[in-house]
């Protein structure tokens, strides 16, 4: 398989050389690269699986802190064209990152795209099948690694399974997937369509263990799913017993958010003239994972609330008690629990008039 042209710009008899499903990630190719003018290489067919990239870097984010400091090595088992190894090696958070693929031509793209970015995390490419090849790496590094699995999903076809079957991943049904990774490494993250059935994540761990699920949004809408399996203080999961606890979207405009609403507060009652810098002193002391303070979608006005995002539920508690009715830019504000629904109507979360209630304006 060739690898397609980089193209500086796009005119009338240049366009027909992708193919038309190609030619429509091509049209969205600086939110998948940002350095793509820099001279990013791509197969046909890597285009359908690359991550956009401020989804692999807060995926990377995510990895981080959900595994123990003595894991120090990532294995990225399905490379592609380096989109999520490059997020990795620029997060700075391993001794090094192992990117593996089957296809020498992607894996040629992927070589050059991470010098583009020039990453300080030393990369080591194995040419190589998840299947054959991942369990023969040395023990000293399976000892310390973690797994990061992006398996192909089969094609844009799956967007229309209104529930994705998990097993039609040819050849990487996720029981025999997941089997096979756990023989290199005790904590693994899968990458998975956002439909994704919750049912069958569940089933993989034994009785009373859980998974946690966090869907990745961009610009409104979900992209897709990853399910965190492991030992880890800040996993906020689903359980093989309540699959379904986990059906609802993250919806940040631009940046990957946790799928967890008992980590999500609404900031109520908040002064037109507060900056996320604001907020952030605001919230001192607590580990902040995002943040979104909404404005009106044309003229960007302030709304007169945010929606702020913490790391663990016991901290979104404690932050409901001691800074609710407190001071944030000579307001009081306050400060609860999201909505699973995070209606932003007339009537819901993102009515302010609803403040009245709580608080009279000072």
């Given at each position: 398989m060739g690898i397609t042209k980089v193209c500086k710009?796009?005119?009338d008899d240049t366009k027909f050389q992708f193919r038309l499903t190609v030619f429509r990630y091509w049209q969205q190719r600086y939110?998948?690269?940002s350095k793509y003018d820099g001279g990013i290489w791509m197969t046909d067919d890597a285009w359908f699986g690359i991550t956009p990239e401020p989804v692999a870097n807060k995926i990377a984010e995510h990895v981080a802190q959900f595994t123990p400091a003595n894991k120090t090595i990532l294995i990225d088992a399905f490379s592609g064209a380096g989109g999520s190894t490059i997020a990795f090696a620029k997060s700075n958070r391993w001794s090094q990152v192992i990117a593996m693929d089957h296809e020498p031509n992607v894996m040629q793209c992927a070589k050059h795209n991470a010098c583009i970015y020039q990453t300080d995390t030393p990369i080591m490419w194995v040419l190589g099948d998840v299947y054959e090849d991942l369990p023969t790496l040395p023990a000293s590094a399976r000892k310390s690694a973690v797994v990061?699995?992006?398996?192909p999903w089969g094609g844009p076809g799956y967007r229309s399974d209104e529930v994705f079957n998990l097993m039609t991943m040819h050849p990487y049904p996720i029981k025999q997937l997941y089997e096979t990774l756990r023989?290199?490494?005790d904590h693994i993250v899968l990458y998975l369509p956002r439909t994704s059935d919750l049912r069958q994540l569940a089933a993989l761990v034994g009785e009373g263990q859980k998974i946690r699920v966090?869907?990745?949004c961009?610009?409104?809408?979900?992209k897709a799913m990853c399910a965190f399996i492991g030992p880890s203080e800040h996993t906020e999961e689903i359980s093989r017993k309540e699959p379904s606890t986990a059906n609802g979207v993250a919806n940040d405009q631009r940046y990957a958010t946790s799928l967890d609403h008992?980590?999500?507060l609404y900031l109520?009652?908040?002064a037109s003239t507060a900056t996320e810098e604001d907020v952030r002193e605001f919230f001192e002391g607590y580990q902040i994972l995002s943040m979104d303070i909404r404005t009106k979608s044309r003229s960007k006005t302030r709304l007169g609330y945010a929606f702020v995002e913490l790391i663990v539920p016991a901290e979104a508690e404690r932050a409901v008690k001691e800074l609710s009715g407190k001071e944030l830019c000579q307001r009081k504000v306050l400060v609860q629990p999201a909505r699973k629904h995070d209606s932003t109507g007339e009537n819901g979360e993102g009515d302010p008039t609803r403040l009245k209630k709580k608080f009279k304006r000072q």
């Open positions: 710009s796009i005119i939110d998948i690269f990061f699995a992006s398996p023989k290199v490494a966090t869907h990745y961009m610009w409104g809408a979900s008992r980590t999500r109520g009652g908040l």
